[in-house]
């Protein structure tokens, strides 16, 4: 008796011999069974295993750290995070001021600075976006996975979709402002859109940065030399610009964690100096200049000054460079060292450089433009030479570790290809290196470099700084939607939040982009070229999400057992017997929860399925190592005989060895 076929397929399976028929022929995914049927089923018939694929276990944590072990990782993240911002004492004065300022204009800008860092990085920064990260990672583009985990506005790769623990509330949970948001989020492309393109254009300033950043801080610091040796020639500072870094990058594989031990110790002797700098001055000086810490006088410099005032801002704006930084590197580190590390140690020395450096220009005006050499100590000046090219060539540090970062990131939401990604430590599992960017990114900032060396680095503090003021703004926008729908903060407070942070944002933004034609255009450019690629990318894997859709289903739609005893196809397949085979099969399966594509192949193909059947299934989990108890996990599915294979494995562990 020939089997039951619908008829739907009738015709097509009468024209092909021996039921081999290409899967796509068959429109069985949106005519002929409900998936969420095929799931509850399969669940019930497998006897959980199923609901027991994916374990809380698998699903990554944020890591928490206490004691020594908090006070080593704060110590770490100074070699990394602060050497950019740390370096910022060299270059505020000289940018802001073009001539001798008078004493009201000093006082306005040191006030500025002092409020600056104390509004945008410590407030801002610190106390407030460092809580908006996603399981411990940092960055604008983690704010967007923070929000897809609270609302429906992004699609998931299907083998990476069951292990991302989704948070989103009940309707009825959130506030009425909340609810608003989200559910205009939701329903709204072109609010899906917007948040795509604004969080991976975070992520693309901050690599153009990551380009910029090294050229600068290195060209710079080989500059300096021209104060002891002002016949230095053009080519010898770009030849040792260009050694320095490459040595810079052929560091990078000994891990995050061995080059923050190595840097640190000279960035901490750096921001003591500058300390140390700020107290003499201060009692050797003016120490009048204490009164900037009044906003009076800062709001004073911006209305007596007007326009010039405004521009002059662009010029304060790179006394916070490198707070993007502090976002991003946080996966390498956490919240807890980083505010540890800025509150207790970088902050203080900070302040108290720009201080001293007020306290001896208000003496000698002309010192504005270069106030840190000019302002040390008597016998300080060379220790204080080598010690700022130290730090110098280090601030680069921080922006190459974002990059590594914030990769990391977008390979996990498939806006990028998984290249190789080694992690370097087993203490702290945030700490990547990527091979591909780390030479992608020596490549260009050996370029920069030979093109910028001509005119020094004035052009390239203005294509930074546009950079940095666009991230602080697109951060200040997406918290603010956090903490709507993830804190669920009363939308006054968030609207006052969003009105001080955004204005102040907003006055540094528009000073900044007056730079655009004198060299910002270079990484506003970068950045676009990198958001296209990030985004045609993730369009690209979409549609092969949608492709693939079709053949996404349980076992027992397509494998069922008839009334003899016979395995056979489902009717949507044919209706087939099939033939046993004698030995064991075992079927890759790349997501771990539904029937693996080269099982249903080979089923088409041969009609036939060996006595045991295992679909296999590797996930990697996001900790070093899994213990060999925990590491293999047996179920059986909805077909007699047929088993699913899970093996759990760690970023150290060896998965394949060489005997297989």
Not at 241 to 261: D, E, N, R, W, Y
Not at 433 to 440: D, E, G, M, T, V
Request: charged share 15%; aromatic share 12%; proline share 5%.
């Amino acid at each position: 008796m020939s089997p039951e076929i619908d008829p739907s397929v009738e015709d097509l399976v009468r024209s092909r011999s021996g039921g081999i028929y290409p899967i796509r022929d068959l429109q069985y995914a949106e005519r002929n069974f409900d998936k969420r049927s095929a799931k509850k089923t399969d669940v019930e018939l497998a006897d959980g295993s199923q609901k027991a694929a994916v374990q809380e276990r698998d699903i990554r944590r944020k890591q928490e750290f206490s004691g020594w072990v908090l006070f080593g990782l704060a110590y770490q993240s100074v070699g990394v995070i602060y050497g950019d911002i740390g370096t910022s004492p060299l270059y505020v004065y000289s940018s802001t001021f073009s001539s001798n300022p008078s004493y009201d204009d000093l006082l306005g800008a040191l006030s500025l600075i002092i409020w600056t860092l104390t509004l945008m990085v410590s407030i801002k920064y610190i106390f407030i976006v460092l809580r908006a990260d996603d399981e411990g990672e940092g960055g604008t583009f983690a704010l967007y996975s923070l929000l897809s985990r609270y609302a429906n506005i992004i699609k998931r790769d299907p083998k990476e979709e069951s292990m991302i623990k989704m948070e989103r509330r009940l309707t009825s949970e959130l506030r009425p402002s909340g609810r608003t948001i989200r559910s205009g989020m939701e329903h709204s492309r072109i609010a899906k859109t917007a948040l795509k393109i604004i969080g991976v254009l975070g992520v693309s300033l901050v690599m153009s940065d990551g380009v910029l950043t090294p050229a600068q801080s290195v060209l710079g610091a080989i500059q300096g030399l021209t104060v002891v040796k002002p016949d230095i020639t053009s080519g010898t500072v770009i030849g040792v610009t260009c050694a320095i870094l490459v040595l810079l990058f052929l560091i990078q594989p000994l891990g995050t964690s061995k080059i923050a031990h190595t840097f640190a110790p000279i960035v901490v002797v750096w921001l003591l100096f500058n300390f140390a700098y700020g107290v003499y001055n201060l009692v050797q000086h003016d120490h009048s200049v204490l009164r900037a810490f009044s906003p009076y006088f800062a709001g004073s410099y911006l209305v007596r000054n007007r326009t010039d005032g405004w521009k002059n801002l662009g010029g304060i704006l790179l006394s916070f460079t490198g707070v993007e930084a502090l976002f991003a590197d946080l996966g390498a580190f956490s919240r807890r060292a980083v505010q540890l590390s800025w509150m207790c140690f970088t902050f203080p020395c900070l302040l108290l450089a720009y201080i001293g450096q007020a306290a001896y220009i208000s003496d000698v005006p002309s010192a504005y433009a270069n106030p840190f050499f000019l302002s040390a100590p008597p016998g300080m000046f060379y220790p204080s030479l080598i010690i700022s090219i130290l730090a110098a060539i280090v601030a680069s540090q921080a922006m190459i570790t974002s990059t590594f970062q914030l990769l990391s990131q977008i390979m996990k939401l498939s806006y990028f290809p998984q290249i190789k990604l080694i992690h370097t430590s087993t203490v702290f599992h945030g700490q990547v290196y990527i091979p591909f960017a780390n030479w992608l990114l020596m490549v260009g900032t050996i370029v920069v470099t030979a093109v910028y060396s001509n005119i020094k680095t004035t052009r390239l503090g203005h294509a930074y700084g546009v950079c940095v003021i666009l991230v602080t703004f697109i951060t200040t926008c997406m918290v603010s939607i956090v903490a709507l729908i993830v804190w669920e903060l009363n939308p006054i407070l968030v609207f006052l939040g969003f009105l001080v942070f955004g204005s102040l944002d907003g006055a540094y933004l528009s000073s900044a982009l007056t730079k655009v034609p004198n060299g910002a255009w270079f990484t506003l450019l970068l950045s676009v070229i990198l958001s296209s690629v990030f985004i045609l990318w993730r369009f690209g894997k979409e549609q092969q999400w949608k492709a693939e859709a079709e053949d996404r289903f349980q076992p027992t739609h397509l494998v069922t057992k008839g009334d003899d005893g016979q395995l056979r196809l489902t009717s949507v397949f044919g209706g087939d017997t099939l033939t046993d085979i004698k030995g064991l099969g075992i079927f890759f399966d790349k997501v771990g929860d539904m029937t693996p594509l080269v099982f249903i192949q080979f089923l088409h193909k041969f009609t036939a399925t060996p006595q045991v059947m295992v679909f296999f299934h590797l996930r990697p989990l996001s900790r070093p190592s899994v213990p060999p108890e925990e590491r293999y996990a047996i179920k059986r599915t909805g077909i007699p005989n047929c088993y699913r294979m899970i093996i759990r494995h760690g970023y150290m562990d060896e998965v394949i060895t060489k005997d297989l």
